[in-house]
């Protein structure tokens, strides 16, 4: 049986990769799918819908409604103050986290 590691790590990872994205500016689904795939985040916008809806229960994004020119009514995400206080702690853990686990499994010897 084959473990797909990289999915793993994005799976632990994308929700505060989306409220990076989302600190930058509102987004909406489509808009925000579009720049998580590109950098491999998620594999379809399937895949964002449910991680959103699981976001706004836990209070951490809300969203407004916007007209757009290019057709229906857009949904917009954005952080709330909880929001931005679980981004500033995850940004807080991440590099010691990071530096730990590179430190106990290090550089493989047998293809450094």
């Known amino acids: 049986m084959k473990v797909d590691v990289g999915s793993q790590l994005r799976k632990g990872v994308a929700e505060a990769c989306i409220l990076g994205i989302l600190a930058q500016q509102p987004m909406y689904g489509w808009q925000l799918s579009e720049k998580l795939i590109a950098h491999n985040l998620i594999a379809s916008i399937g ?5 959103l809806t699981r976001m706004r229960a836990q209070g951490v994004v809300s969203t407004y409604d916007e007209a757009s020119d290019a057709g229906p009514v857009r949904k917009y995400y954005e952080l709330t103050p909880l929001g ?3 981004l500033n702690t995850f940004r807080s853990q991440w590099a010691p986290f990071a530096q730990t686990v590179h430190d106990i499994i290090g550089e493989d010897p047998h293809h450094a």
């Open 47 to 51: 895949t964002l819908y449910p991680m």
């Open 84 to 86: 931005v206080e679980v």
